[in-house]
C-alpha cells in the first residue's frame, strides 16, 4: 500500500488568498489524482497530475484556479488560488497502485475560506 | 463519460439489520468497480473490489457485492451490521481503458445500538 502525506492538514483562509497543498508518496508512482469532497458531499475529481506532463483537468475545473504541479515521481502540489468560500472544501491528493489498482488516499487538507 | 448512482442517501438500520446499499454505473466498455468507506474521522478505505471473474466479491468486515452486468449494477450487502459500520460508503467505477476514478454521491449509513 501507498503512504500519502499531505500538508497542510488544514488551514483558514481569507478570501481572494492563495494556497498550496503539497502531496509526498512513500513510493514512485505514474499518476496521482487531486479530488475535493464539499461539506456533506461525494468526491469530485479536480484533475490528474502525470509526471513530465501538464495535468488533465476535469469539467468545470481550470487550471488558472487550480494549478498542478508534479516536479518529481512521489511529489505533487496543488495550488487553490483566488479563494472564495465556496472553495471551503477537503482536498484529497490520491494514487493508484499498479497491480492492484486501488486507489489510495492521503488524509486530507481541509481549507476554510473566510 | 462514466457516471456512478448511489440510490440511498440515508440509511438508518439496527444492528443485526441486513444491509444492501444500491450502485449503478453508465458506462458502455468494461469497468472496474469498488467500495470505498469513510468512517467517522478517518479517510477512505478500500471495502472491495471487482475487477474480473467471480460476480460476488468479498471484501473486509463481511461485506460482499455482486456486480451484475446487465443491471450495470455492484449492489453493497452485509448480512448483520454491526453499530461500528455506521460511516459513509461510496461506489467508484473506473473504465479499464482509463485511469481515473468517479465516485457516487455516498450513502451514510446510521446503525442504532
Known amino acids: 500500500s501507498a503512504v500519502i502525506s499531505q500538508k497542510p492538514s488544514r488551514d483558514i483562509c481569507q478570501r481572494g488568498t492563495s494556497l498550496t497543498i503539497q502531496c509526498q508518496v512513500d513510493?514512485?508512482?505514474?499518476?496521482m489524482f487531486w479530488y475535493r469532497q464539499q461539506p456533506g458531499q461525494s468526491l469530485t475529481l479536480i484533475a490528474t497530475a502525470n509526471q513530465g506532463s501538464e495535468a488533465t483537468y476535469e469539467s468545470g475545473f481550470v487550471i488558472d484556479k487550480f494549478p498542478i504541479s508534479r516536479p518529481n515521481l512521489t511529489f505533487s502540489t496543488l495550488t487553490v488560488s483566488n479563494m472564495s468560500p465556496e472553495d471551503s472544501s477537503i482536498y484529497l491528493c490520491s494514487v493508484r497502485q499498479a497491480n492492484t489498482g486501488e486507489l489510495f488516499f492521503g488524509e486530507g487538507s481541509r481549507l476554510t475560506v473566510l | 463519460a462514466q457516471s456512478v448512482s448511489q440510490h440511498n442517501h440515508h440509511v438508518i438500520l439496527s444492528e443485526a439489520a441486513s444491509l444492501e446499499l444500491g450502485c449503478n454505473y453508465s458506462?458502455?466498455?468494461?469497468?472496474?468497480l469498488f467500495w470505498y468507506v469513510q468512517y467517522p474521522g478517518q479517510h477512505l478505505q478500500l471495502l472491495l473490489k471487482y475487477f474480473s471473474g467471480d460476480p460476488l466479491v468479498k471484501g473486509i468486515k463481511g461485506f460482499e457485492a455482486e456486480f451484475i452486468k446487465s443491471k450495470f449494477s455492484f449492489n453493497l450487502r452485509k448480512p448483520s451490521v454491526q453499530w461500528s459500520d455506521t460511516a459513509e460508503y461510496f461506489c467508484?467505477?473506473?473504465?479499464?481503458?482509463?485511469?481515473?476514478?468517479?465516485f457516487g454521491k455516498g450513502t451514510r449509513l446510521h446503525i442504532l445500538p
Open positions: 458506462y458502455g466498455g468494461t469497468v472496474n
Open positions: 513510493s514512485q508512482v505514474t499518476m
Open positions: 467508484a467505477v473506473n473504465a479499464r481503458r482509463d485511469d481515473k476514478i468517479i
